[in-house]
């Protein structure tokens, strides 16, 4: 069960976030189109749909090493050397990660203090604004799953796990 959300939970809230977020789009352009009418929740809907969708593929990325990377100098380096340049990358990633967590987590502490609400869902803000230390916490955790796989294939003298291309 734990592989399976190990491999899979991203994908599905990526799935739940990217299809909430087109069915509300859709039904916010029909309305406004076919009926000149248009609601505030839908628009609250996508924004917040799309931040989510936005920080959990930003873990997704971190897990799959898709990220976005200038990797010019992993061309004229050697296995061993390139391992530990992910590595001292996944580290200092990490440390971002970590303080954007504990950063987040205040305006989070802020907006559960005064009870803020969205303007057109009436929710608390709080789930909103949770996305980014949700979405930094799980950065974190797949950048620990990381750098343990890259030791791992340090020590065995493997090549260091390069993800997957976009382009050739």
Request: contains cysteine; hydrophobic residues 60%.
């Amino acid at each position: 069960m734990l592989a399976i959300l190990n491999r899979n939970a991203e994908r599905w809230a990526l799935l739940l976030f990217y299809s909430m977020l087109v069915v509300t789009m859709a039904i916010e352009v029909i309305r406004r189109e076919v009926f000149a009418y248009s609601s505030i929740w839908g628009e609250e809907v996508v924004r917040y749909a799309f931040i989510y969708l936005a920080w959990i593929g930003a873990a997704s990325a971190v897990r799959e090493r898709a990220h976005i990377r200038i990797d010019v100098l992993f061309h004229y380096v050697g296995p061993r050397v390139k391992a530990l340049l992910y590595i001292f990358g996944d580290l200092v990633m990490l440390a971002v990660a970590c303080v954007a967590v504990y950063w987040s987590f205040e305006a989070v502490a802020t907006s559960w203090k005064f009870g803020s609400v969205s303007h057109g869902l009436r929710v608390s803000m709080v789930w909103f604004l949770m996305a980014v230390p949700l979405g930094f916490s799980l950065m974190i955790f797949r950048l620990l799953q990381s750098l343990l796989r890259d030791v791992r294939d340090l020590i065995a003298g493997r090549d260091a796990y390069e993800g997957g291309q976009l382009f050739d």
